[in-house]
């Protein structure tokens, strides 16, 4: 990602962890749990893994890093030429602790091991931002709940609810990307160690209790078995966080909708250079909304990569697993960035209580046709309701007047309702349904966790 566009789309923290110097280190992390799982098992010796260990405090800064990124080009993954230069440092310290250096691992083992990792700690940024949306939206649902504006169903006004319910739903769905991320942590963060094809021969009869080391070492859960060319756990990883932009996706759908000119019922927060135009001085674009559904239209492009990734050949594969490690990245900084920006807009989001007023009445009560039709129904029954409201609306529209004052002049009103009772009916507020319960029981969901 160029620089000068990665403030617009990433967030910086998650950013950093999947750099070059990053990936080098979560690497020589794998590298030296391994020697120290080994030892402690009797596979290699003490010495060479303490030895092991030390040179890889300072690894990272020693490692000549285009040298590296040649190497890889010709050597197909990184993991290659970075284990030749670990080992030389390594033998510059000592020349027999460097025979052990990656003792029975092959490339994928160091890669996919400093992967989770790398991961893991994205996924814990992650995860307090989703937290914060989560909260902020809860505290905006109990603010906004008895906020009535319209609700709109195919873009065209359709019943009364409150903005309330809005962030309420929206409430819900960051929970359940919640739940999902904790349901899947140990699923996910698994070590990985098989060796070349898996079966880890080079270890002998240590090969199960090595794997149980080096996960301990690492605070990782152990496989059932190696997962070299089975890839659920990344695209379950990867989907977690699809879904994640796409709820959030759907939010800065809805305000950015909300936001135009001619509904104006809620604002994305100002700052100085936040959202003008070149050329328009009155111009307040949804710009946090702009770079939150480009996310969302580009990680699903991302995603069919990844899908696609789990179809490998037998123990390990051809290019496949490769196509991970340029899709998975950048889903991680999507979905971050995309946070980032919508907690901001759900903590500042500006309302305007008088616009969505305004929208409730300017279709002259048509919005509460329903309302009328559903009172009317018991008496007349329903289909005879509905036609006669259709009617009334049809009637409405042709003559520019107000639904009520059509209705009040039909006899068929008339013998039920008085002019009170009809203008109760017309209340947007009278009209909530259980609203209020949903949100209850959003907030209720919280309290329990």
């Not at 080992?87 to 092959?106: M, N």
């Not at 994928?108 to 989770?116: C, K």
């Not at 946070?339 to 305007?352: F, G, I, K, P, T």
């Amino acid at each position: 990602m160029s620089q000068l566009y990665a403030s617009l789309f990433y967030q910086p923290e998650v950013t950093a962890i999947f750099s070059d110097q990053a990936l080098l280190s979560y690497m020589i992390q794998a590298e030296v749990a391994l020697a120290k799982a080994q030892a402690q098992v009797k596979v290699i010796p003490d010495s060479a893994a303490n030895i092991i260990e030390q040179v890889g405090h300072n690894a990272v800064a020693q490692i000549d890093i285009d040298a590296l990124a040649t190497a890889a080009g010709l050597a197909g993954n990184v993991a290659i030429p970075l284990v030749k230069q670990f080992t030389a440092l390594v033998k510059q310290h000592d020349e027999d602790a460097s025979r052990y250096v990656h003792w029975g691992a092959t490339s994928q083992d160091i890669i996919d091991t400093a992967t989770i990792l790398q991961c893991r700690d994205a996924l814990a940024l992650i995860e307090k931002q989703l937290q914060q949306a989560y909260q902020i939206s809860l505290k905006q649902a109990q603010q906004y709940r008895d906020q009535v504006m319209i609700g709109r169903t195919w873009l065209q006004q359709a019943l009364p609810i409150t903005l309330g319910h809005k962030f309420a739903r929206w409430a819900a769905a960051l929970k359940r990307d919640l739940d999902r991320l904790h349901a899947m942590k140990s699923r996910v963060f698994t070590v990985q160690l098989g060796g070349a094809v898996g079966s880890l021969a080079s270890l002998q009869d240590q090969g199960s209790a090595v794997v149980q080391a080096f996960a301990e070492q690492l605070n990782l859960t152990v496989p059932e078995c190696t997962w070299h060319s089975e890839r659920d756990r990344m695209v379950e990883l990867a989907s977690m966080l699809a879904l994640i932009v796409g709820n959030v996706g759907k939010m800065a759908k809805d305000w950015s909708l909300l936001m135009q000119t001619e509904i104006a019922e809620v604002f994305e927060p100002t700052a100085a250079g936040r959202g003008g135009s070149s050329t328009m001085p009155h111009k307040r674009n949804p710009v946090a909304a702009a770079s939150i559904l480009a996310a969302a239209n580009r990680v699903p492009a991302l995603m069919a990569s990844v899908y696609q990734s789990m179809v490998q050949e037998h123990e390990r594969a051809l290019g496949a697993w490769h196509a991970e490690w340029l899709a998975i990245p950048e889903i991680f900084q999507l979905c971050a960035g995309a946070l980032e920006r919508s907690c901001d807009v759900l903590e500042h989001m500006q309302v305007n209580a008088e616009a969505m007023q305004r929208n409730l009445e300017c279709t002259q009560g048509l919005i509460m046709a329903e309302a009328v039709m559903m009172a009317l129904a018991p008496k007349l029954g329903r289909m005879n309701a509905h036609h006669l409201v259709e009617q009334a609306c049809q009637q409405a529209v042709a003559q520019q007047q107000h639904l009520k004052t059509i209705l009040s002049a039909m006899d068929e009103v008339n013998r039920h309702f008085n002019d009170q009772a009809l203008d109760e009916l017309f209340m947007p507020a009278s009209y909530l349904g259980n609203i209020q319960a949903q949100i209850d029981a959003v907030l209720q969901a919280a309290q329990g966790e």
